[in-house]
């Protein structure tokens, strides 16, 4: 099973900063089939980046995902009010699935 | 866009089962993978299992094989998540997600709350 390890657990940045969130894999990720979520209280993981780098749907360019192999990096630049959640990396490659602990981005 | 609608809350006893079911509609469902993703109060998301329903076989995370039963019925575009021997902590939210192939889980239906008291 691909352990993933997401840094730091609490991140506290002011809206208009740049956020930097970590995720690295015990192996290597196939296909760098590694996504990004963001899930708010009481709502719905929300996918926001695919294979590493790629954009989802409707998400602001100001998310941005890098990486490949076991290390991967989520960039929110320019913090907005919304952005303000819990990140949740996540590898899709191989079974079984698994997912980060999560980072949550606070307001400081 | 497809839009997957979970079943209603449960509150079980120890020791039963629940079967949560998963609906897809707009768009394709039988090529796509389905996956079940739970969600305990204050922590984080933890992969069950998911199943293509095409193929019908489930591949499940080994923490749940043996407990959890996923299936899927084409005919209504439906999938089903069954726990057995339910714990109280398998108190959580129980979402379900669809895969393309390669793009991520998007969507995820609405969840479903479990509990599970005596």
């Known amino acids: 099973e691909i352990v993933l390890t997401q840094s730091p657990g609490t991140l506290s940045l002011s809206p208009g900063e740049r956020a930097t969130l970590s995720c690295r894999a015990s192996q290597s990720v196939s296909s760098n089939f590694l996504a990004w979520y963001q899930q708010k209280p009481g709502q719905v993981p929300r996918l926001l980046i695919y294979v590493a780098s790629r954009r989802a749907t409707s998400i602001p360019d100001r998310f941005s995902g890098s990486g490949s192999g076991t290390d991967f990096t989520l960039t929110i630049n320019r913090l907005e009010p919304e952005d303000f959640a819990v990140y949740y990396c996540?590898?899709?490659?191989?079974?079984?699935?698994?997912f980060g602990p999560g980072t949550k981005v606070e307001i400081k | 866009q497809v839009q997957l609608v979970q079943s209603g809350a449960e509150v079980k006893k120890p020791g039963s089962s629940v079967k949560v079911s998963c609906k897809a509609s707009g768009g394709p469902f039988s090529n796509v993978g389905v996956h079940w993703v739970r969600q305990a109060p204050g922590q984080g998301l933890e992969w069950m299992g998911g199943i293509i329903p095409i193929f019908g076989t489930p591949t499940y995370s080994q923490k749940f094989q043996g407990r959890v039963t996923i299936t899927a019925d084409e005919s209504t575009n439906t999938a089903y998540m069954e726990v057995v021997s339910l714990r109280s902590e398998d108190t959580a939210v129980y979402y379900c997600a669809t895969d393309p192939g390669g793009f991520g889980f998007d969507p995820w239906g609405q969840g479903t709350l479990v509990t599970v008291s005596s």
């Open positions: 996540h590898q899709y490659g191989r079974a079984p699935f698994t």
